[in-house]
C-alpha cells in the first residue's frame, strides 16, 4: 500500500511570508494529523481530522495556522505570515477510521529566516 | 493530560551489544503504547505498539517492549544492535481510543563499530 504522501520536502521563507503544506494519506484511512516537529523534541500534535471535521485543534496557533480537509481525503497547512519559531518539520500522519497506530509521511522541513 | 518522559536524550552502544531504551508514561486510564524510530531525514516508522494482552511486545526488526504498569514504563529492548540501528526513538501514548498520540522527546541512539 502507498504510504502518507507530503510536499513539499524543503521549504525556505522569509518571516512575514506565507506558506502551504500538502499531504495526502493512506488511502481509506480517515484519521489525519499534522503534528510540528522542533528541531530537538518530539512532534507535537496541532490539528486533527476525522474524515472532513476537525476532531481537535486545540494546540493550533490559529492567529497564524489555517488546516482543511474539504473532501475528507487530502489536506493542506497553511501558516500566514511565518515567524522564526515556525521552523520545524511538519509531518502529516494519517490512520483507520477505528484507531490504531499512526503512519506518517517523511515531513516538510520548513525553515524561516 | 497524558505525558511522556525519556530520561536518555543520548545513548552510545557498540554494535553486538544489547540496548534498553527507557520510557515512562503519565496516563489515567489504561495506555496504548508505541515506540517510533526516526532515521535523518525520514519520517516515523512504526516499531511496535501495545493495546493489551501479553505485556511483552515483539517488534520488527528484532526490538521488543515491555509494559509494567507499576512501573509505568514500556521500556524498549534489542539484544544485539546493528550498525543500521543508529536513529532517533520515540515512546508515546495514546489516548483510550489511540487516536492521539503524545511523544516523549526522543532519545538520539549512535552504534560504535
Redesign the interface.
Known amino acids: 500500500e502507498a504510504g502518507?504522501a507530503q510536499s513539499p520536502r524543503y521549504k525556505i521563507i522569509e518571516k512575514r511570508q506565507s506558506v502551504a503544506f500538502w499531504c495526502n494519506p493512506i488511502s481509506g484511512h480517515a484519521?489525519l494529523?499534522w503534528y510540528q516537529q522542533i528541531l530537538?523534541?518530539?512532534?507535537?500534535?496541532l490539528i486533527?481530522f476525522q474524515n472532513n471535521g476537525v476532531?481537535?485543534d486545540s494546540q493550533l496557533p490559529k492567529d497564524r495556522f489555517s488546516a482543511e480537509r474539504l473532501k475528507g481525503v487530502d489536506s493542506t497547512l497553511k501558516i500566514q505570515p511565518a515567524k522564526l519559531e515556525d521552523s520545524a518539520v511538519y509531518?502529516c500522519?494519517s490512520?483507520p477510521a477505528g484507531?490504531?497506530?499512526?503512519?506518517?509521511?517523511?515531513?516538510t522541513?520548513l525553515t524561516v529566516t | 493530560a497524558q505525558s511522556v518522559t525519556q530520561p536518555d536524550i543520548h545513548i552510545t552502544v557498540s554494535e553486538g551489544a544489547s540496548l534498553e531504551l527507557r520510557c515512562n508514561y503519565s496516563y489515567g486510564a489504561t495506555p496504548y503504547l508505541f515506540w517510533y524510530v526516526q532515521s535523518p531525514g525520514q519520517g516515523l516508522q512504526l516499531l511496535l505498539k501495545y493495546f493489551s494482552g501479553d505485556t511483552l511486545v515483539q517488534g520488527i526488526k528484532g526490538f521488543e517492549a515491555e509494559f509494567k504498569r507499576s512501573q509505568s514504563s514500556f521500556n524498549l529492548r534489542k539484544p544485539s544492535v546493528h550498525w543500521s540501528d543508529a536513529a532517533e526513538y520515540f515512546c508515546a501514548v495514546g489516548s483510550g481510543s489511540a487516536r492521539q498520540l503524545t511523544f516523549g522527546s526522543g532519545t538520539q541512539l549512535t552504534v560504535l563499530p
Open positions: 502518507v484519521t494529523y530537538g523534541q518530539g512532534p507535537k500534535l486533527q476532531v481537535d509531518l500522519a490512520s484507531g490504531g497506530a499512526l503512519h506518517f509521511g517523511n515531513g522541513r
